[in-house]
């Protein structure tokens, strides 16, 4: 009884402060971002500290004669499952297999559907009189497919942040939910409760893990103004292609980022440094629809330079790692500038002391 207390006392304030905690997160950066990936997770956090409170209450002499603990444990267990899973289309990495699914508008029906048929016969068990215990297995189970769907986000949004560590440590602690899951089915009170302690207080850390890492992502995906841009062209050798590289440096989290290139990129982009370094104002001419034959264009179509963005974003960010919005015109903006003309020419915004090219080897 004593353990249970105390156990009670632990789960209810670590939990309550958790949830504050991932909440002030939320408020002071996702609620800007309007992400409430956060909120979910937090309120998940809340069912345990709710559950803990549980644990205090003497339910024995209000209740007699029914299963009210045990019943408003899983009922709690639950909603701290389905508070998970709503918060899983928040998630910006998610595994290709199971993206449509996640990312799909009948969702809330997959995760609802399950969620109440585990529900309504707990409800019922706990109102009643007869000695049958209730039905606590129908919440590890609910648990169980909560884990599967986890394990694979939090894995896939760990590894595409370039942080293989956590994703690891997030497989253990999934593998340690699971066992705390098992123990719950053989009604192993003591060993439960001590799992129990370990995974809740393992998969908070990692809440809060994911939480940091995307901020660190959009820090350090933050598109720098033009003049805090700097490029540097690095020398080349024949038709090596793993020589033709820019280094990239301005954005947060390290001192440059060199971006591999093909040559076709390369000389286009090293094109617009060159007119930008020139005497004159720096602007390259995009071919028209109705060009004229006897002159010769700078840039074929606007999709040179799109096919150029998109390779300097999967060099700078990584390959699925951004977004059109938040980083294709962002950068855009950042690096050229169009003529206000409209005269189909486009130019190098970078300051000219912003901009070095090495000599070709």
């Known amino acids: 009884m004593q353990v249970s207390t105390f156990y009670g006392w632990w789960q209810f304030s670590v939990c309550l402060f958790a949830f504050l905690a991932l909440l002030s997160i939320w408020y002071h950066i996702g609620k800007k971002q309007d ?24 339910w024995e002499n ?38 449509p699914i996640i990312k799909s508008k009948f969702w809330p029906y997959t995760i609802g559907i399950p969620f109440v048929f585990a529900l309504l016969p707990t409800l019922q068990k706990m109102f009643s009189t007869s000695n049958t215990a209730i039905i606590s297995e129908l919440d590890v189970y609910y648990a169980f497919l909560t884990l599967f769907f986890l394990g694979f986000v939090l894995w896939e949004s760990f590894e595409k942040r370039r942080l293989p560590l956590l994703g690891w440590l997030s497989i253990v602690t999934i593998a340690i939910t ?30 809060f893990a994911l939480a940091l890492s995307w901020v660190k992502e959009l820090t350090e995906t933050m598109i720098p103004a033009a003049y805090q841009l700097k490029l540097r062209f690095l020398k080349t050798s024949g038709l090596e292609k793993n020589r ?48 004229d034959v006897s ?14 963005m998109v390779v300097l974003l999967d060099g700078l960010f990584g390959k699925q790692c951004w977004t059109k919005e938040k980083h294709f015109k962002p950068l855009k903006a950042t690096l050229f500038e169009m003529s206000k003309h409209r005269e189909r020419r486009i130019r190098l915004l970078l300051p000219k002391e912003n901009i070095t090219i090495e000599n070709d080897g």
């Open 178 to 207: 699971l066992l705390a899951q098992i123990y719950k089915l053989l009604d192993n009170r003591i060993n439960l409760l001590l799992f129990s302690a370990i995974f809740k207080t393992s998969l908070i850390m990692l809440f």
């Open 35 to 58: 992400d409430f990936g956060q909120v979910w997770l937090a309120l998940s956090i809340l069912c345990w500290s709710a559950s803990g409170l549980v644990e205090i209450i003497s």
């Open 295 to 308: 002159k010769t264009y700078d840039i074929n179509d606007h999709n040179e330079i799109k096919r150029l």
């Open 244 to 291: 033709f590289q820019v280094s990239v440096l301005g954005f947060a989290g390290k001192e440059d980022r060199v971006v591999q290139l093909t040559p076709t990129h390369y000389r286009l982009f090293k094109l617009f440094a060159e007119r930008r370094l020139g005497d004159t104002e720096g602007w390259l001419e995009i071919k028209p629809k109705n060009f």
């Open 62 to 99: 209000m209740t007699p004669g029914l299963h009210f603990k045990e019943g408003l444990r899983s009922v709690f267990s639950l909603l701290n499952s389905l508070f998970i899973l709503l918060a899983l289309p928040w998630f910006r990495y998610l595994p290709k297999v199971l993206a």
